[in-house]
Every structure is written in structure tokens, then in C-alpha cells.
């Protein structure tokens, strides 16, 4: 794992409020999966620019702790702040970690699973008890990390298609290997 911290810019909207940190106030107890789709051929730094500059220079209201693409893993927030990728309460008590798919289907590469796996494994030297959930776990059951949850009808304008019936299994079996003990 090459483990890079560039960490936001505070002042902007993706990393805390009115030019501050934001701290965890409550236990953190999650690891949230996402996914950065459907766009494969996006390096793991891309979505710190964006979050960091927007297309306004403003940078915009979204962020994760990590964003991982093959051994390739950028820190984009202290592991003690708060981050905006859950999009509910989840954000105050998780560590959010974007994925950059293999394919406009959302499935992980080989090597980012095992890079994905090393880095869990990193969160949990800081926070123990933080269980594995997906994005799609919380209140609005968005369809992400895609590849990873269970068969949807959600269209958008740009032509994504309903995911690929197994999902719930797929997660299952990269749940389980994530968490297994090295």
C-alpha cells in the first residue's frame, strides 16, 4: 500500500466549517465503503481535486477520509475529523473510504481489494471496533459501492443501468475477506 496524505484544504467546504476542523464528538464505530463511478480510469487523487476545487475554485460539500485505486491510497482528512460521504448521521462516527472501480459495473480490482484490505487494517490500529458497512447501508440505500449491492432500477442521465443481480453476495464474500484476520 502507498499511502500518500494530501490532506484538504480547511477554508473550503469539503473539510470542515467556517475554516475549522470538525472533530469526532461521538465514538467512531464505522468504516464506510463508497465507490468513485462509474469512472475506472480516474487515478485515487482525482477526487481530492475535486472535493478540494470543484469546478469553482470553491471545492464542494463532499469528502472521505481515503480514496484507493489499486496500491495507490491518498489520506484526504485526519483520522479525528469529520467528513462529508455518507450523506446522514453516519458521517459523525465513520471513516469513509472511495473506491475507483476496475469497470463502469463498480467491481474492484484484484489489487485494490488487497490494498483496500492493508488500509482497514490501518483504520483499525486508531479505531478497533469500527465495523465494515457500505454507503448503500445508511438511510437514502444509494446505489454504492454498485458492483457491491443488492439489484436496482436507478437510471440517470448518464446511462447507468440497473446493477447486475448479486450484489448482496458479492458483498458479502469482499466483506469477509476484508475482515478476515492476516
Known sequence: MNLTENFLSLGKKARGLNGK????????????????????????????????????????????????????????LPLNEVGWHAGDERNYRAIGIEVVPMSVSGEFSENTITTLKELINHIWKTYPEAKLVRHFDGVQKKDCPRYYTPVTSLLDGGGRIANPAGGEDRWIILCNFLTEKS
Open 21 to 76: 476542523p470538525i472533530y469526532f464528538s461521538k465514538p467512531v464505530d464505522l468504516i464506510v465503503i463508497h465507490w468513485i463511478g462509474p469512472y475506472p480510469r480516474q487515478s485515487a487523487a482525482a477526487a481530492i481535486y475535486w472535493w478540494e476545487d470543484g469546478t469553482d475554485g470553491k471545492g464542494v460539500q463532499a469528502s472521505a477520509h481515503f480514496c484507493v485505486k489499486d496500491d495507490e491510497v491518498f489520506q484526504a
